[in-house]
């Protein structure tokens, strides 16, 4: 569906807005279908919200019980004594509407419906009761057949995956949207275990109110978002898309990973979430028509998401740092390969960075720190790179294979990184040990990457963002 | 859309194309002289083509006759067309000066379902079919856009000027991708496919040899 014509102009209405707000910002919350059984959605939703330590009221309703969990429990919605923010929605697809009728009729601001049954079956008209009905009481309904919202801010989970199964990330200010649970939840998972934090998470399922341009356009004006990442199969409005993809890159970066760009792809998104896909060189004019920063992996998605984090990248001059010569040189090979440029040293920098190197290294850029650089050498080369005017961006590559290299270099590079004027990546290649400092690193909000490779072609799509037009 | 109705629409739009005349009376004698006429007023070389429903296609071989030096090529162009058409009813007969080799790309339009009218730009020839080389957006386009396009193709040093040919003339190329969006945006609902197949660029100028329109 186009959605609109060409020259007109697109905005999200306003109540989707302000009631979305509800939904990732609740005071209370409503779990139609809360269940005492365990492994029953409707019971892991409300444990999730009691674990995970949400301070603002939970209501349970369920009329076949008196409590869940411990908590008092009502048969129906228009019991509940105080407001609602957002209702959680998990009982069977027939049931939805009316469920969503009466709270229409008790003023919930926002709906999350989990059910899945609509329009993904071919039951269309189900779904488009649940659309008319969110309408008639404006509310901001994100679903049917989605897998919830998460606000780690808020402690907002309204995810129906258990918790010791799907970990939660911290609190950080990377948005993500997923058409697809499943996908969403794998990187959710991902996250957590890096380390990345997240600002909002949704799972928007078949997007019969609230779909990906309401999303954005409430992204893109959202202070506690710094970088918006998306999950797309197919986008239902195409020009509103672009309209709220636009809204977002004047402010901040957006990432896309679009399924379904090949022809099999397609087929297979359009019995997945009901969404047709478009040809994959229209998506390609149109990320780049939007300023959309396009990842092609999932593995990408969290490569880029990490480092556009950072604000400023100047115009891309990179100082490579390393104790091993080898890797420096893949770095220089991507610096170029990817368009970018290694940084010219001043003599100033030259001069400092002899007097802290053995005698028989040269002096230039990647700097070699050679195999025996302890923690120590490392600090003081990234203070001197990081202070040379022709430093943009600074690479650390640290091989913790090596002698002088154990974990105590990851605190020591922490605190260069929050002194450093200039964005810094550390670059490690290796196993267990490795993996281990590499994801400490991340917490503390130093983006890593596995090889040279990888970090270098994520530099090159913050650069390209930074000098966008 | 026939061709004389898509030549003017291009034209409205300030798109530049070969100059041309239409005669009538394609099938007679006196269509003959007044190609002749036509061809002698436009300066030759001239490209010949009968005009019929039947032959929407430029492809459509025997019907297109193209580089006529002079009035005897042109006299035996015609009676070759006529045995080809084979007694289709035609509309009548274009006489178009030949565009002058340059550099042959490709401007084309596209509804796509989800996004509406989309803009087409690539390399003609080869450099399409082959290695699809083409760059798209969605229309209206901005100038940046129109920029962008021509800069992304793989094939952008053979309009920079690449083997020390002259670069072709970009901004009237980011002219037309501007008129053509606007004519795309214009028409939304009303044109399917868009083709100016091939535009030639030239050092000064391009010119959008043929104008299709469906």
């Known amino acids: 569906m186009i959605g609109m014509k060409a020259n007109n102009e697109w905005k999200p209405e306003e109540w989707k807005i ?43 309703i369920n009329p076949f019980a008196n ?20 209702a959680i929605i998990a009982i069977p697809a027939a049931l939805v509407p009316q469920a969503l009728e009466e709270c229409g009729k008790r003023g919930v601001k926002g709906a999350v419906i989990i059910s899945g049954g609509f329009g993904e079956i071919g039951k269309t008209k189900l779904e488009q009761q649940i659309a008319s009905i969110s309408n008639k009481y404006k509310i901001a309904t994100i679903g049917p057949n989605c897998m919830g919202v998460l606000t780690p801010s808020d402690r907002n989970d309204s995810i129906f995956l258990p918790l010791y199964k799907m970990g939660r990330p911290k609190v950080g200010d990377i948005s993500f949207i997923s058409q697809s649970g499943a996908v969403g939840g794998c990187i959710i998972d991902l996250a957590a275990r890096a380390g990345v934090g997240i600002g909002k998470f949704i799972s928007y399922g078949n997007a019969a109110v609230i779909n990906e341009a ?47 760009k090949t022809s099999a792809g397609q087929a297979a998104a359009k019995s997945h979430t009901g969404a047709l896909a478009g040809s994959p060189e229209v998506y390609e004019g149109v990320f780049k028509q939007c300023g959309i920063t396009e990842a092609n992996t999932l593995t990408e998605l969290f490569d880029f998401a990490k480092i556009f984090d950072i604000k400023e990248c100047g115009s891309g001059k990179i100082a490579v740092i390393t104790n091993g010569g080898g890797s420096g040189v893949l770095a220089a090979d991507h610096i170029e390969e990817f368009g970018l440029e290694l940084a010219e040293f001043s003599t100033q920098t030259k001069n400092s960075l002899r007097k802290i190197l053995p005698p028989y290294t040269t002096v230039h850029n990647p700097v070699d720190l050679v195999g025996d650089a302890d923690s120590s050498r490392y600090e003081k080369a990234i203070e001197i790179a990081a202070n040379d005017p022709n430093v943009d961006i600074i690479i650390v590559i640290v091989l913790f294979q090596t002698v002088g290299i154990d974990a105590r270099v990851v605190p020591v590079i922490v605190k260069a990184a929050e002194k450093s004027p200039k ?31 990888s970090a270098v072609r994520s530099i090159s799509k913050l650069v390209k963002y930074c000098n966008r037009k | 859309m026939d061709f004389i109705s898509a030549m003017n629409l291009a034209e409205k739009y300030k798109i530049a194309v070969p100059r041309w005349e239409m005669v009538k009376g394609g ?16 300066g030759y070389p001239v490209a010949l083509k009968l005009i019929s429903k039947k032959f929407l296609h430029k492809s459509d ?62 390399l003609g020839g080869i450099f399409v079919e082959v290695f699809r080389d083409v760059s798209v957006r969605v229309c209206p386009i901005t100038r940046d856009d129109a920029f962008d396009m021509i800069h992304e193709l793989r094939g952008y040093p053979l309009l920079a000027g690449a ?14 991708l501007l008129n053509v969006s606007q004519l795309l945006c214009d028409h939304e609902g009303k044109i399917n496919e868009f083709d100016l197949n091939p535009v030639i660029a030239y050092e000064k100028g391009c010119l959008a040899v043929d104008v299709r329109i469906l």
């Open chain 1, 214 to 260: 309401d999303l954005l356009a409430y992204l893109a004006h959202d202070e506690k978002t710094r970088v918006v990442v998306a999950y797309l199969e197919g986008v239902r409005e195409g020009r509103a898309f672009m309209q709220a993809a636009k809204m977002v890159t004047k402010k901040k970066p957006l990432i896309v990973l679009k399924a379904g």
């Open chain 1, 67 to 86: 409590e869940v969990l411990g908590l008092k429990t009502y048969s129906h919605i228009s019991e509940v004594p105080g407001e609602i923010d957002s």
């Open chain 2, 27 to 42: 099938e007679q004698a006196r269509g003959k002289e007044a190609a002749l006429k036509a061809a002698r007023k436009l």
């Open chain 1, 18 to 60: 302000r009631n979305l707000h509800a939904i990732f910002h609740p005071k209370s919350i409503a779990v139609i279908g809360a269940s005492r059984e365990p492994g029953k959605i409707g019971h892991i939703i409300v444990k999730n919200f009691i674990d995970g330590g949400y301070a603002g009221k939970i209501y349970p």
């Open chain 2, 163 to 176: 083997r020390g040919r002259k670069p072709v003339d970009e901004k009237s190329l980011i002219e037309l």
């Open chain 2, 61 to 122: 071989k025997g019907v297109l006759k193209l580089n006529l030096n002079n009035d005897d090529e042109l006299a035996k162009a015609h009676v070759e067309l006529l045995r080809n058409a084979k007694g289709a009813s035609a509309d009548g007969l274009l006489v178009q000066k030949m565009a002058k080799p340059g550099v042959e790309l490709l401007v084309g339009g596209k509804t796509d379902p989800q996004f509406g009218p989309t803009i087409v730009f690539g």
């Open chain 1, 423 to 453: 964005p810094l990546v550390v670059v490690s290649t290796g196993g267990e040990y490795t993996e281990i400092q590499r994801r400490i690193l991340d917490s503390y909000g130093v983006p890593t990457y596995p090889s040279p490779s």
